[in-house]
């Protein structure tokens, strides 16, 4: 009745002028109905930039109104309920087997670099580690915006004049050192954002950066 | 109008306007926990309606940006306030989003940087802007059988006889469609005014 005024017969008509709650009843749902009417939907508005949920998140963090940890990831591990428990399941395992051998796992820890933000992420450390054989580089960043493109662990020497990658990186990993890099030149540790153009040349658009420190 | 029954017969098929995972079907239920990935599902959702609201409020690309952002820090920090017995939660969050949206109309005419003219204008302008959202939110909620019968009813004025003939349903099942249908949208239309400081 309340969209369509020739619905209802002659003793629902009679109740309604009786009955104070239905009056009521229907009186709501006929302006339900006239502001639907008016409203044409338009189509479902497009998702808003990436972007604003990171300054979300960074407002909130900042504020300590939320912890790194508790923050979701981005949409696509959602859209799947096992994508969604296939990531955690990762990341736990990635944490565990991180805590089991970082830093102390296979290797001493040699030397260490705290990683400056020099754009808008959040600080991040890195630990080098050698067992005689092989040195490896853990990162360790908190939640690094999503990007067109991916992030790319360097290290560099303090002069910027010579440069090796380690790979990409994302979260929590180990990234093992070619035998012929000297940690002592290469002292410097960088992340940058790479577009993905197939160029496998340092961006300089890098957003972490750090020299190791030697642990004695 | 064809146009519309064949766009919502490929509604039929799938089941649902667009699909939501697990999380954003009860986001509601559970807004008012510690759970962050509740907010993501939240802003998943519901993003995009905020920033078409401040686009159509605010004067710039860039304030529509900051609004969006606004509403979903104070939603969070709000969110035991969420009742989902009482407002959707998109209308809960344009709610927050008005409240912002004027303030910083207000800032930008204190600032000279805009003359709001007529005042009034503005906040009718947030009204049917709202309307809209919500509607467009209400409707996909519905299940694809209470959609085409109302979005007939509606933007083809057409009675519920001439739905009947035309879909070949029973009267009482479009009655019963329309009513469930109304009574949904309802929820998202006619909700008290939420404060949010």
């Given at each position: 009745m309340a969209m369509d005024p020739d619905v209802g017969d002659v003793d629902e008509h009679a109740h309604l002028d009786d009955c104070a709650r239905c009056a009521r009843e229907l009186a709501v749902l006929r302006d339900v109905s006239s502001r639907a009417r008016e409203a044409r939907p338009d189509d479902t508005p497009p998702a808003p930039p990436e972007a604003i949920w990171d300054r979300v998140v960074q407002e909130l963090t900042h504020a300590g109104d939320l912890a790194v940890d508790q923050v979701a990831p981005p949409r696509p591990a959602w859209q799947q309920p096992w994508a969604a428990a296939a990531a955690l399941i990762g990341v736990v395992v990635l944490a565990a087997a991180v805590l089991l051998s970082f830093p102390g796992g296979d290797g001493a820890v040699v030397a260490e670099a705290t990683l400056e933000p020099l754009a808008e992420v959040r600080e991040a450390t890195a630990v080098l580690t050698a067992d005689g054989v092989q040195r490896e580089l853990a990162v360790d960043t908190p939640v690094l915006p999503d990007i067109d493109g991916y992030y790319e662990l360097w290290l560099l020497t303090p002069d910027g004049s010579g440069l090796v990658s380690l790979g990409p990186v994302a979260g929590t990993g180990r990234h093992e050192i070619p035998t012929a890099v000297d940690t002592d030149l290469y002292s410097v540790v960088d992340i940058s954002r790479e577009p993905?153009?197939?160029?496998?040349?340092?961006?300089?658009?890098?957003?972490l950066r750090g020299p190791l420190e030697p642990t004695t | 109008m064809a146009e519309r029954v064949r766009r919502l017969s490929s509604v039929d098929e799938s089941g649902l306007l667009r699909s939501r995972t697990p999380l954003e079907a009860d986001v509601e239920s559970r807004f008012g926990s510690d759970d962050a990935a509740v907010l993501r599902a939240a802003f998943d959702l519901c993003g995009g309606a905020v920033l078409a609201y401040g686009r159509r409020l605010l004067p710039s690309n860039e304030d529509a940006e900051d609004l969006v952002q606004q509403v979903f820090v104070t939603a969070w920090r709000q969110r035991h306030r969420y009742d989902p017995g009482r407002a959707s939660l998109l209308s809960w969050l344009l709610g927050i989003a008005r409240h912002k949206a004027i303030d910083r109309l207000r800032r930008l005419e204190r600032e000279r940087r805009v003359v709001v003219e007529d005042r009034g204008r503005v906040v009718d302008e947030a009204g049917r802007t709202a309307d809209r959202l919500l509607v467009a939110e209400a409707l996909s909620w519905l299940r694809p059988e209470q959609q085409l019968v109302l979005e007939l009813a509606f933007y083809d004025d057409l009675t519920h006889q001439q739905i009947a003939d035309k879909l070949g349903m029973p009267l009482g099942t479009v009655k019963s469609h329309a009513r469930r249908g109304l009574q949904r949208l309802r929820r998202f239309l006619d909700t008290p005014t939420m404060e949010a400081s």
């Open positions: 993905s153009d197939g160029d496998p040349s340092h961006s300089t658009d890098s957003v | -």
